[in-house]
């Protein structure tokens, strides 16, 4: 693909989005609500069924019952499912398994380790899976045995499952996931690799600095991770090594390792990894910027915003603002001199997220620049900074600007800037609870980008209770990422939040009766 082909499309895809935002300001309704599942529809059909084929399907169904939704003292799905993990049918008794590891039955466990004695390495596999989601401590010594499973796929899951359990973990899982480390195959590895790195500890360094020499490039990238999520420095050298050649897959899990590292030596390294060809790579490479926060690699980063890929450079004003410091805004309002449409808009949108009050005149003269990307982020930029000037402003956008998409996201900013709070993240916060969706929905997106800890709660609820499906959509993937974030930094301690994530229900026919 061309370079005005690439440009064409990051504006076409950008137009997209932002009229996705726009839509909500009119009256969406909600199809979260309209696909909810009844249990009390389900299970007296699921009691009368009598075949594997009539039972599994409705068991599914059930896996879209939020068990928090029950009013107490109706019909219990888990007390019904669970005798349905004792069914003969080895396929209904993992689907029944499945559930009610979905809804943290831990008394599901004695059943699940039954099944993993099962002759189908499907049947095993689904088990294996359940034990994981539950990780229950009580499962270990058969988890263990399964690591030695003739199949492949089942030994894998295994050893992730082994990384699920709940802390303590034992030495003896541990031995057994360095054995593994030995599999023939590579996909056992690399799940061994990944479980060191959630359950091990600093002694495990040695050992998988040892297996970043392993022929497959996708065990040694598991292995790079694992060693960031373990966190000790000593592994720096090694990690460092394997940028600026070889494999994308390799490279990207040594750019993640070196940003949880948490070294800013590494800063030179991954900053000639942001030439790299490979648009993922550049991505991990832009996220262990943000995270090591070193201003140094601020230039390098920027360059990133003439990249054609939409959604990195969607992402750089939100790196650039975790390095943001005040002394640097005279460099970065001299870029807003550039001939690049994409590197104005970045400057821009990163000195709002940064909440430059001081660049606020430059942010209102970009209300004028002639192109309406910029003009959008100025837009953006103004509604976090607020006040009666850029209110005024955002409203004369509204009425005159020639682009329909500026105009509508000028309101909806007007809206923003309105909101009293002191702070980017405050009048985010507040505009969670906004009466217009559209100003709801920014504030999500916003707050997904710059994923600060105090928003977590609020875009859960958010993602729980709005009256709006795109703003729960938009809300959940936030906490997601936010989850899954903390559970890089301590699995254990994240458990119970990452399995809190909302399930869409799925649509069925045929239920009504």
């Not at 500026?406 to 923003?416: F, H, S």
């Amino acid at each position: 693909m061309g370079k005005q082909q690439g440009r064409r499309r990051m504006e076409i895809v950008g137009g997209v989005i932002l009229l996705l935002l726009l839509s909500t300001a009119h009256g969406c309704r909600n199809p979260k609500r309209e696909n909810e599942i009844d249990p009390a529809l389900i299970i007296p059909r699921l009691a009368r069924a009598a075949s594997p084929a009539e039972q599994i399907p409705l068991l599914d169904f059930l896996s879209s019952v939020d068990l928090d939704d029950i009013t107490p003292g109706t019909v219990d799905p888990v007390e019904t499912v669970r005798p349905y993990l004792d069914s003969p049918n080895p396929a209904v008794a993992a689907k029944a398994g499945d559930l009610l590891a979905h809804w943290d039955d831990r008394r599901a466990t004695p059943g699940l380790v039954r099944l993993l004695g099962a002759s189908d390495a499907v049947i095993r596999f689904s088990a294996v899976s359940s034990l994981a989601v539950l990780g229950d401590p009580a499962a270990a010594p058969a988890l263990m045995r399964s690591t030695n499973d003739p199949d492949t796929n089942v030994r894998a899951q295994a050893c992730f499952a082994l990384g699920q359990l709940r802390r303590p973990i034992s030495a003896e899982v541990i031995e057994v996931l360095r054995q593994r480390l030995d599999d023939p195959q590579e996909a056992v590895r690399a799940s061994a690799a990944r479980a060191l790195g959630r359950a091990g500890s600093g002694a495990d360094v040695p050992v998988l600095v040892d297996r970043l020499r392993d022929p497959d490039a996708g065990v040694v990238s598991a292995t790079a991770r694992a060693l960031g999520r373990l966190g000790d420095r000593s592994a720096m050298g090694p990690l460092t090594a394997l940028l600026g050649h070889g494999d994308q897959a390799t490279r990207s899990g040594a750019a993640f390792a070196l940003g949880r590292l948490g070294d800013r030596a590494a800063v030179p390294a991954l900053v000639r990894e942001l030439e790299a060809p490979d648009p993922v790579l550049r991505g991990e490479v832009l996220k262990a910027l943000r995270l090591l926060g070193d201003p140094a690699a601020v230039p390098g980063m920027l360059e990133v915003a003439r990249d054609i890929e939409p959604l990195l450079v969607s992402y750089v004003p939100y790196a650039l603002s975790r390095l943001y410091d005040p002394s640097q805004r005279e460099w970065f309002l001299a870029r807003l001199a550039d001939p690049e449409a994409n590197v104005r808009a970045a400057v821009v949108f990163t000195l709002g997220l940064a909440n430059e009050q001081a660049a606020k005149s430059q942010l209102l003269d970009a209300l004028k620049d002639p192109d309406h990307k910029v003009r959008l982020s100025a837009a953006a930029a103004l509604g976090l900074l607020g006040g009666p000037d850029v209110i005024e402003a955002l409203q004369q956008t509204a009425n005159a600007d020639p682009d329909a998409n500026v105009r509508g996201a000028a309101q909806i900013n007007a809206d923003l800037a309105g909101i009293q709070a002191d702070g980017v993240v405050p009048r985010l916060l507040q505009a969670l609870d906004h009466p217009e969706p559209a100003v709801r929905l920014s504030a999500a997106v916003a707050l997904g980008g710059l994923e600060p800890p105090e928003a977590l709660e609020p875009l859960r609820r958010a993602a729980e209770e709005d009256d709006e499906a795109l703003v729960c959509d938009v809300a959940q993937a936030a906490v997601d990422r936010m989850n899954d974030a903390e559970f890089e930094k301590s699995p254990a301690k994240a458990r119970n939040v990452v399995r809190r994530k909302r399930f869409t229900p799925r649509r069925g026919a045929g239920l009504e009766q």
